[in-house]
């Protein structure tokens, strides 16, 4: 045991001596909080809307009226002809046009919505809240209850999502660069052949990283309640236990490529290749799974971040239990065994 304590004392100041590393550890999950929580936001706010009409009936008026008191909206101006609102649309001095029949009062239809698209993606949603605020103003008030999310924040989208993300690639990522950094120097062999058995020295040089990427999840978890105002729904028990069976999987895929990679320059191409893009594209962290082609579905199935971000969403801001992720928990537990097994037996056969 003293011998297990002296190598995980001994890598915990290498992390601790290399400023670089702690700067990365530390810094850029506080970074990415701030920036998916503020900066990189799919929410709908100030909109520059023009609005089309020959005649402001009414009705009209009222939907106008609606519109500019919404913060969704910014009635910029007001024009006769759909023409002239695409020419102002096409010179970038507005998003949205809203164009009124003559007869929109006494039908209550007859809308045409001229809109920017080249982000087709926030182009639906201006469509959508634009319909949404019309059909209130039209019709009267219609009680829309938005479960889970009332102010429809993407933070409560993005938080689950960075956790996955940070998690992976500090623990697989950092684990598999330090494993192949004692290679490069020849120190490696030293440590495997000191009377303390291999296996032991992999854990203890993957602990330190272990207390890290908890310190980590604390820190998000505090600053996604504290910050950003993203509420933790469900027993953070659970969010911590799900956590930490990701943590380990993410350990398990750094000692798999520190088996591959020869060098640390390989180890940070495959760390990029092989975590970095699927975890971005193709873990439902931006893009919905659901959209994707039939194949790039097939991908994602076998993409661990999935699971984590996707039962971390149901524990976090549904407040569900344990069972109604139990899908989730079973597939990254099923995962960290395989690449477990697979990492130590391939480590086992280069020692021989």
């Known amino acids: 045991m003293k011998q297990f304590l002296s190598f995980i004392i001994k890598e915990a100041r290498h992390i601790v001596r290399d400023k670089r590393t702690m ?19 799919t929410d709908v706010k100030n909109v520059r809307t023009i609005v089309v009409t020959s005649q402001m009936d009414h009705l009209t008026q009222q939907v106008v009226e609606r519109l500019s008191t919404s913060e969704y909206f910014i009635i910029t101006k007001s024009v006769s002809t759909p023409q002239e609102a695409e020419r102002l649309i096409r010179h970038q001095k507005a998003d949205l046009a809203i164009v009124f029949a003559a007869d929109f009062a006494s039908k209550r239809s007859g809308l045409q919505f001229i809109v920017d698209g080249a982000d087709p993606n926030m182009a639906q949603q201006w469509i959508n809240y634009a319909t949404g605020v019309i059909t209130q103003a039209s019709v009267g008030t ?34 598999s660069i330090s494993i192949v950094r004692e290679k490069e120097k020849g120190t490696m ?21 272990l207390v890290l990427a908890f310190l980590i999840l604390i820190t998000i978890l505090l600053m996604a309640r504290y910050v950003l105002d993203v509420p933790l729904a469900g027993a953070i028990g659970w969010i911590i236990f799900v ?37 971005v594209m193709l873990s439902g962290m931006l893009f919905p799974i659901e959209s994707m082609p039939t194949i790039l579905q097939w991908v994602a199935a076998i993409i661990p971040p999935r699971y984590f971000i996707s039962a971390m969403r149901k524990l976090m801001i549904m407040g569900v239990g344990i069972r109604e992720v139990a899908q989730e928990v079973i597939i990254l537990i099923a995962m960290t065994a395989f690449f477990l097994t697979v990492a130590l037996a391939k480590f086992n056969k280069r020692l021989e």
């Open 189 to 209: 062999e030293v440590l495997l052949v000191s009377p303390a058995r291999p296996l032991m020295v992999i854990i203890a040089k993957a602990v330190p990283y």
């Open 142 to 175: 219609v009680n829309t209850k938005m479960l889970y999310n009332p102010q429809m924040k993407s933070a409560y989208n993005f938080v689950p999502a960075i956790m996955g993300m940070l998690l992976m690639l500090i623990c697989a990522m950092m684990t």
């Open 23 to 41: 700067l990365i550890l530390f810094v850029m999950p506080v970074v990415l909080m701030l920036l998916f929580g503020f900066a990189i936001t």
């Open 243 to 279: 956590s930490i069976i990701y943590i380990l999987l993410a350990l398990s895929l750094g000692l798999l490529i520190s088996n591959i990679a020869k060098t640390q320059l390989v180890a940070l191409l495959l760390s990029a290749m092989v975590l970095l893009m699927p975890v």
